[in-house]
């Protein structure tokens, strides 16, 4: 089951914190630099019980991009607020309910920090990103997951600008045995990674063009303007234009032929003759 909450405020507005188990934030250490003293910086000298996933495994030594788990202690819990206003709407981490103690969810997220793409050959998985976790943990595992392991999974979607809080499909015995192994490499897999690599460029463009594009695309509000964009990209990528660069100079020069009467106008508002992307802060 599946339930949306609005992301301009916390979830527990809307849900009640749970009487049983724990409720864990789970922190994108790609997205937050030095993450671990900032997580002590926002529990204001309360007591806080946080642990860094790479650490004492073989990733030790790239910690600084580690995920990070906190246990909260409610709704008003010091951290939980602090992100909710420094990282939630930019998908920076997401919130999960358990009944594991601490230990054992440490033990059952570090089996999913990593995939094996080939026999001996495998890559970390960016598991604390919330895209990411809706397939992966939300979707492909929870339905196979011991009992309590994940019982809501809470992301932001910052396109859809909501709160996706997923529950499980209804695991028992006569599903089979529950998996805790590691996460396995598949064609759905693939099929995973790819739309999160794809989505990613295409908020990566967004964030460097600049108002009259957005507008040109439908916007400025990202969730009206995303289907367009996500077409051009789309159309950028088969006609060759494979990183975020290239593909944000594939959109404007469609805009362009458009205005000269080239192509054919697309469905949606006028596309705008000055739209530019900021090109001194583009990187890739």
């Known amino acids: ?15 009640p914190w749970p009487d049983l188990g724990y409720v864990v934030l789970v922190l994108d250490g790609v997205a937050f630099p030095e993450l671990g ?5 926002w529990a204001e000298g309360q007591s806080l019980e946080a642990q860094c996933l790479y ?20 709704p008003d819990d010091p951290v939980l607020k602090a992100f909710l206003a420094e990282g939630a ?28 793409r080939a026999p001996g050959y495998e890559e970390l998985l960016r598991v604390a990103h919330p895209a990411l976790a809706q397939a992966v943990i939300g979707e492909c595992l929870i339905q196979s997951s011991p009992v309590g392991a994940v019982e809501k999974l809470i992301t932001p979607n910052m396109i859809e ?14 599903s089979g045995k529950p998996r805790h192994g590691e996460v396995v490499y598949s064609s759905e ?23 009259d594009a957005k507008s ?42 458009f205005q000269f009467g080239e192509i054919a106008a697309p469905t949606g508002p006028q596309l705008s003759p000055n739209s ?9």
Request: one cysteine or more.
């Open 216 to 257: 040109s695309l439908g916007g400025p509000a990202l969730d009206a303007a995303y289907p367009r964009l996500n077409d051009f990209s789309v159309q950028a990528t088969n006609a060759g234009c494979h990183s975020p660069r290239d593909k944000a100079r594939y959109l404007l020069r469609a805009i362009r032929r």
């Open 37 to 41: 003293p900032r997580i002590y910086q």
């Open 1 to 15: 089951m599946t339930v949306y909450l609005p992301l301009s405020s916390s979830p527990f507005d809307d849900m």
């Open 189 to 211: 897999l693939e099929t995973v990674f790819r739309a999160f690599n794809a989505r990613r460029d295409n908020l990566l463009i967004w964030h460097h063009l600049d108002d």
């Open 161 to 174: 600008n909501q709160w996706m809080v997923q529950e499980p499909g209804g695991w028992s015995s006569k």
């Open 89 to 116: 709407s930019q998908e920076k981490g997401y919130l999960l309910m358990t009944r594991l103690l601490p230990a054992e969810l440490v033990r059952w997220m570090r089996l999913r920090l990593q995939v094996e």
């Open 55 to 74: 650490a004492t495994t073989r990733w030790e030594a790239v910690s600084d991009l580690s995920p990070w788990l906190v246990w909260l202690s409610g």
């Open 276 to 284: 530019t992307i900021m090109d001194d802060q583009w990187h890739g």
